[in-house]
């Protein structure tokens, strides 16, 4: 996790995600400090509101787009890592779970900066902000609070976002990213349904009820979460129950 360059950090994954992820369950103890994770001098991390809208109809605007969703990919390749480094004491395949979520994310992320490559651009050459990590700082307490927040609030937001994506690249005509964002949209579902499986592990633990328990934690931390529109069907298939998508049903108006 803590390694700067991202090709040297997608190896070390690579590397790790061929190792026996169970033996990280043998690990006992408080959970660690918070490191800040590795990251290469550029992009520069800006506040959201500080980056430029761009359309589609450039090449440098479609660029942006490959650019800010590649910092996404990147940024999941911490989480992953993280989930699995941060938590200690858990079941031998929460550890597989997120290593293997962590392999899938450094795949998206090289095929994005091939992408970028080929539009005539580098992972780097635009700004980017840091959501995604002030995320896992403030859900690093509690591992139920992060599987609840982190994979069902910040992955689902793909989940989401992706298919008016791929509507408008398709009608920029740019067929090779939306064969990229096509494959990322599919294999986002089963990381979503992993932060599901986990989520709802460690509610009956404690004797929580999972249906109650999602949209409490999206209120204190989360402001309610991001504004609809959903992507119902493969939230659906990512293991949210009925009574959360009501929820999101009702506070997106109806």
Same mark, same amino acid.
């Given at each position: 996790m803590m390694a700067v360059d991202p090709a040297d950090k997608c190896r070390r994954v690579d590397e790790l995600a061929a190792e026996d992820a169970g033996m990280l369950a043998d690990e006992t103890g408080e959970s660690p400090a918070i490191p800040v994770p590795g990251q290469p001098s550029r992009p520069l991390l800006v506040h959201p509101a500080k980056l430029p809208r761009r359309g589609l109809g450039t090449v440098e605007g479609r660029a942006a787009l490959v650019h800010a969703i590649a910092h996404i990919e990147f940024n999941a390749i911490n989480l992953g890592l993280d989930a699995a480094w941060r938590f200690t004491g858990m079941p031998p395949d929460f550890y597989r779970d997120w290593l293997r979520v962590a392999a899938d994310e450094t795949r998206h992320f090289r095929l994005l900066n091939e992408r970028l490559g080929e539009l005539g651009f580098a992972y780097g050459d635009f700004d980017a &902000?840091?959501?995604?990590?002030? !995320? !896992?700082?403030?859900? !690093? &307490? *509690?591992v139920l609070v992060r599987m609840a927040l982190v994979p069902r609030v910040l992955e689902a937001r793909g989940l989401d976002v992706t298919p008016g994506m791929i509507k408008r690249l398709t009608g920029a005509g740019d067929r090779e990213t939306v064969a990229i964002l096509e494959i990322i949209l599919e294999e986002e579902v089963p990381h979503v349904a992993i932060g599901t499986r986990w989520f709802r592990h460690y509610c009956e633990q404690r004797g929580e009820d999972p249906d109650a328990l999602f949209p409490h934690l999206l209120e204190t931390y989360m402001n309610g979460g991001p504004p609809g529109p959903y992507n119902?069907? *493969? %939230?659906? %298939?990512a293991g949210f129950a009925e009574p959360e998508l009501d929820y999101l049903r009702a506070r997106d108006g109806g």
């Amino acid at each position: 996790m803590m390694a700067v360059d991202p090709a040297d950090k997608c190896r070390r994954v690579d590397e790790l995600a061929a190792e026996d992820a169970g033996m990280l369950a043998d690990e006992t103890g408080e959970s660690p400090a918070i490191p800040v994770p590795g990251q290469p001098s550029r992009p520069l991390l800006v506040h959201p509101a500080k980056l430029p809208r761009r359309g589609l109809g450039t090449v440098e605007g479609r660029a942006a787009l490959v650019h800010a969703i590649a910092h996404i990919e990147f940024n999941a390749i911490n989480l992953g890592l993280d989930a699995a480094w941060r938590f200690t004491g858990m079941p031998p395949d929460f550890y597989r779970d997120w290593l293997r979520v962590a392999a899938d994310e450094t795949r998206h992320f090289r095929l994005l900066n091939e992408r970028l490559g080929e539009l005539g651009f580098a992972y780097g050459d635009f700004d980017a &902000h840091n959501g995604l990590w002030e !995320a !896992a700082v403030k859900t !690093a &307490h *509690d591992v139920l609070v992060r599987m609840a927040l982190v994979p069902r609030v910040l992955e689902a937001r793909g989940l989401d976002v992706t298919p008016g994506m791929i509507k408008r690249l398709t009608g920029a005509g740019d067929r090779e990213t939306v064969a990229i964002l096509e494959i990322i949209l599919e294999e986002e579902v089963p990381h979503v349904a992993i932060g599901t499986r986990w989520f709802r592990h460690y509610c009956e633990q404690r004797g929580e009820d999972p249906d109650a328990l999602f949209p409490h934690l999206l209120e204190t931390y989360m402001n309610g979460g991001p504004p609809g529109p959903y992507n119902f069907p *493969d %939230r659906r %298939r990512a293991g949210f129950a009925e009574p959360e998508l009501d929820y999101l049903r009702a506070r997106d108006g109806g």
